[in-house]
């Protein structure tokens, strides 16, 4: 089933159990997928996945921002959304299944020091799409490359 249908089904199932913040994310996900459709082609799975990654992105720095200025009301919608909008997401790895990934990945491409990061960050952000952050992608391809 892809995406869209997926969306449509959990729209539905949500208006019938009045659930207020799950249907607020899932029509804020199909108003983004909406706006993929109008570019010109029929997106792909890997645009809907980056639609979502970014969307991810996006409440997660909302929420560090409502934190910071407390205002709990604001992160906790956010954090609603978020956990809507990560149930469409691939399992994000941990930080030991991250790391043991980037040594792979680091070992595949020879890199020796910080000047081979470009190549190593090409390579992790194509493989890890969806399935990490990228700031925390590149903090531990740094250490690891220190």
């Known amino acids: ?15 019938r159990a009045k659930d207020q913040a ?3 994310s899932l029509r804020a996900i199909k108003a983004e997928l909406l706006l993929l459709k109008t570019k010109g082609t029929e997106p792909t799975p890997e645009d809907e996945l980056a639609a979502l990654v970014k969307m991810a992105k996006q409440r997660r720095d909302s929420i ?5 200025q407390n205002r709990q009301d604001l992160s ?14 691939p399992k994000q790895l941990s930080a ?3 790391r043991a990934e980037l040594e792979a990945i ?13 190549k190593v960050m090409g390579m992790a952000s ?3 799409k ?8 590149a903090d531990i391809v740094k250490e690891l490359l220190t």
Do not use: C, P, W, Y
């Open 22 to 24: 799950k249907l607020r």
């Open 96 to 98: 030991e299944e991250l």
């Open 76 to 89: 906790q919608t956010e954090q609603e959304e978020l956990e809507v909008i990560e149930s469409f997401l």
């Open 64 to 68: 560090a921002i409502f934190n910071e």
């Open 130 to 137: 969806g399935k990490a952050d990228g700031k925390a992608i």
């Open 126 to 128: 194509s493989s890890l």
């Open 1 to 15: 089933m892809d995406l869209n249908t997926q969306i449509t089904e959990q729209l539905k199932d949500a208006m």
């Open 106 to 118: 680091i070992s595949k491409t020879g890199a020796q020091g910080m000047k081979d990061m470009g």
